[in-house]
């Protein structure tokens, strides 16, 4: 469950970076909607206005909202689950087959820099 959380924590960032990208292409647009009226091409920056700038990314949802959805409906229940679980499991410890894997491989060694006591 810990890699499952890892990875969907994973994807949450990439949601960010997803919200953070739009907004910029966004910004782009609102830019390019005062040039091309600037320039005379006023029906297209009015559709920039009317049409493509209010408009949600997901049917009305702006990107924001997405991400504050996922992390309200998905990643908190989903994280505090696996907390839940991991706590009643594994006395809350975190990476136990990574520790597990570790000290085998410390104890396997010749040298003492490994040895825990």
Known sequence: MQVGIEH???GY???LDCHHQVGRGMDRFDAARE???EAGHD???DELRDRHLPAGAVGDR???ELVEAF???FLSPIA???ASARERLADGEKHVTERECQREWRDRTDGEAWRED
Do not use: C, H, I, N
Request: aromatic letters at 14%.
């Open 80 to 82: 505090e689950f696996e």
């Open 13 to 15: 960032g990439r949601l």
């Open 35 to 37: 040039k091309l009226r």
């Open 62 to 64: 702006w990107t924001y």
């Open 71 to 73: 992390e309200r409906d």
């Open 43 to 45: 029906d297209l920056a």
């Open 8 to 10: 969907v924590r994973r």
